[in-house]
């Protein structure tokens, strides 16, 4: 799965994607899921980053992750590519 290169994302959660104009936002725990995903870190070492800076169970993040990836693909931010 692969973010799209033009999307654009803040530190604070903020996400712009230019080719349509929507913008959203996220809490910092997604926003930094979406620059790992645009930096083309797998699930596993998303799962190890973010369980290394927030003390999270990892059956909960997989949870988590899967519903978060299943919103960016409702908005059309992410591909399967």
Known sequence: MKIKSNLAVSDSGFIFNP???????????????????????????????????YEVDDILFEKDFHDFVSQLQDYYLVSND
């Open 19 to 53: 080719s349509n104009g929507d913008s959203f936002s996220t809490n910092t725990v997604g926003a930094d899921i979406i620059l790992l995903l645009k930096s083309g870190r797998s699930f596993e070492e998303i799962k190890k980053e973010i369980g290394n800076k």
